[in-house]
């Protein structure tokens, strides 16, 4: 069974950093994605980034390029999501996501295309 297990959430200062962290077992070989969303109350799950595990293809939503970074250790079976320059409206509950299959770059950014989600994390974004 697929299990994922999210750490790193907190409260930062507005223009500071946080590294989230997702752990994946029950999975075998690297065709699947990981990748992150994003929910706030009274919202639909947004997408933040995914990434294949063998590294073939990456998405970032666009409020984020350029401040946030994704990457893999496969050793580790773990996924980070660097978050740097933040602001007060990247508050919200991240959740890490993995694919079924291995999607290709035109549906990471869809939310149907992850069948296993972790318990999610706050980041609040507050001065």
């Not at 773990?78 to 508050?91: A, F, G, I, N, R």
């Amino acid at each position: 069974q697929v299990h994922l297990v999210e750490t790193g959430g907190g409260l930062v200062q507005p223009g500071g950093s946080l590294r989230l962290a997702c752990t994946v077992s029950g999975r075998t070989g690297r065709d699947y994605a990981m990748g992150w969303f994003r929910q706030v109350p009274g919202k639909e799950r947004e997408f933040v980034v995914a990434m294949s595990m063998n590294g073939a293809r990456r998405a970032y939503a666009d409020p984020v390029k350029g401040r946030f970074t994704i990457s893999k250790d496969n050793a580790k079976n773990t996924v980070y999501l660097q978050m740097d320059s933040l602001k007060p409206e990247d508050t919200a509950v991240y959740y890490c996501v993995s694919s079924r299959g291995n999607p290709i770059l035109s549906t990471l950014r869809k939310v149907e295309t992850y069948g296993y989600w972790g318990q999610g994390t706050q980041v609040t974004v507050s001065s």
